[in-house]
Structures are given as C-alpha cells and as structure tokens.
C-alpha cells in the first residue's frame, strides 16, 4: 500500500515537474529562439527530427560577426585578416515540427542545472498531463475509504 502511495505521488511530481518545463513555468530560465533549422534523422525505430535556434544572445552575436566578416572581405587584401567565425546555435528538444517548414520561432526552457533546451511543445504538456492524471488516479485510488469498515476510534465523554 505505502509502495503505490509513493509510486503515485512520484507520478505526480515528476508530472507537475515535466508541465513546468514544458510551459516554463516557476522561474525556469526560458528564450524565445528564431531562426530554427531542423532535420530528419533516420534511427531504429523511424525518423526523429534534430532541431537547432538562435537565442535573442546568439542573434546579435551571429549578426554581429557577419558584420565583421564583411568588412572583412572589403580588407581582405590585408595580410592577417581573422578568419569568419562559426555561427552559435542551440539545440532543442521536442520541437513541434510538422515535417514541412520549419518553426519562425519556438519557446525553450532550459532544465535546471543542465545544457539542454526543451521546447514548449504539446507533446511535453501531454506527457506531464498523462504522468500527472496517472498519479492522482493511483493517490486517489489508495486513499478512498473501504466499504463497510467502521471507525475503531473511541467516542470521548466529557461528562
């Protein structure tokens, strides 16, 4: 009984806990990226797709540097000219693609403690919602009274 107890309020936490990631919800550290690049990757089971965005950050870094690169290119009879620096991205998880054209933009949230970006996607808030109705429901079940079992509390006199 106490194992399904624990079992269902685990259910529910790592639910509620995937809902928050998944809308960046209680201060999680969340970016709105642009400029989203996908690809198809083939795996064992099917096709996934690998997505990459430029953070507000990365966005004017990146222009930035072709900024610099072209005026570049207009010295580029100088010796010592730098070489063009590679573009910054950010890789997201769970990108809601539809297989065509890619996002203009995705909202990401970033795990704590972590590197990686989870887009808010409804395929995360689904899953947090079914973890979340899966716990409730086994809390739910432990906890309702037995049929027909009377209390063994003894009634208090105050006289």
């Known amino acids: 009984m106490r194992a399904m107890v624990a079992a269902g309020a685990v259910a529910a936490a790592l639910g509620v806990g995937v809902i928050a990631v998944g809308t960046g919800a209680f201060g999680l550290e969340t970016h709105v990226f642009t400029r989203i690049e996908c690809r198809s990757v083939m795996v ?62 995705v909202t990401a949230t970033r795990l704590p403690g972590g590197e990686r970006w989870i887009a808010h996607s409804s395929s995360v808030v689904g899953t947090g919602t079914g973890l979340l109705v899966l716990g409730g429901a086994v809390l739910a079940f432990q906890w309702r009274p037995v049929m027909g079992q009377r209390s063994t509390a003894k009634p208090s006199s105050t006289t």
């Open 44 to 105: 064992k089971g099917g096709t996934v797709w690998h997505c990459d965005g430029e953070s507000p950050e990365q966005l004017r870094a990146n222009d930035a540097a072709v900024r610099r690169a072209e005026l570049a290119a207009l010295r580029a009879h100088r010796e010592g000219s730098p070489p063009g620096e590679p573009r910054r991205r950010t890789a997201l998880t769970f990108v809601d693609h539809d297989g065509r054209t890619d996002p203009p933009r």
